[in-house]
């Protein structure tokens, strides 16, 4: 089974706050990928990781970054919180075909 | 660009009651792959089902079922003699083989999603 966590259910943090959000595959999976998740909107990529040290823009990259320098951890660093970012974000991680996701990170920014 | 629309935003049936959650997209690749995605009130989104561009079968899973059409950019979800713990939302999404020449590492595009709930 693929198991994909992430690093808080639930986060409450203040504007202009820098935050992190980890995500950590146990499988060896090349490809990586966060998404937010916002009421009519469905998920929209941010960004996507496929290799160490690789990423690119996925469709709403601003006021976003990544890092991923292991191959199991990809983080997702707001460098500073607003509070349109108050959503929910999704990890997922793709081998072949489809995607398996994280349980997903509830972040309110005040 | 691709789209995924899921004109639906909720649907609310009686236990027993069959459902059909629908899905249209747009692409202008010939090979893709569609996904069907649940994502129940605990929030980890549950994969469902893959389905290739070259392959309109339809399938059945239980009393879930999957109705390709190309000819109409459809990928309609059924789910027959619904139960409680089919209420979820449910995502309908769409993944290009190759962008522009090069890969798309699999990045999907998801609709808006149709919440189900399914009452006693």
């Known amino acids: 089974d693929v198991k994909v966590t992430q690093s808080s259910r639930y986060l409450v943090k203040r504007t202009g706050e820098k935050v992190f959000l980890e995500c950590v595959q146990d499988?060896?999976?090349?490809?990586m990928f966060w998404y937010r998740q916002d009421p009519g909107l469905g998920l929209r990529l941010i960004y996507f990781?496929?290799?160490?040290?690789?990423?690119e823009k996925g469709d709403i990259p601003e006021g976003y970054s990544v890092s991923r320098e292991k191959k199991e951890r990809f983080s997702l660093i707001l460098e500073s919180a607003s509070t349109n970012q108050t959503s929910m974000y999704l990890c997922?991680?793709?081998?072949?075909?489809?995607?398996?996701f994280g349980p997903g990170t509830r972040l309110t920014v005040t | 660009a691709q789209k995924v629309t899921q004109a639906q935003t909720e649907i609310s049936v009686v236990e027993k009651e069959d459902v059909t959650l629908d899905c249209v997209y747009e692409t202008r690749d010939t090979t893709y792959y569609l996904f069907w995605y649940k994502q129940p009130p605990s929030g980890e989104l549950v994969f469902l089902i893959r389905?290739?561009?070259?392959?309109?079968q339809n399938e059945i899973s239980g009393r879930y079922s999957w109705n390709f059409q190309k000819s109409t950019s459809s990928f309609n979800f059924t789910i027959t003699a619904s139960q409680v713990v089919d209420s979820a939302v449910y995502f309908c999404?769409?993944?290009?083989?190759?962008?522009?020449?090069?890969?798309?590492?699999?990045?999907?595009?998801f609709g808006q999603g149709t919440i189900l709930t399914v009452h006693p």
């Open positions: 499988m060896d999976h090349e490809n």
């Open positions: 999404a769409l993944s290009e083989v190759n962008n522009a020449g090069g890969t798309s590492y699999g990045k999907l595009t």
């Open positions: 997922a991680t793709r081998l072949l075909y489809e995607q398996y």
């Open positions: 990781s496929y290799d160490v040290k690789m990423k």
């Open positions: 389905r290739n561009s070259f392959d309109e």
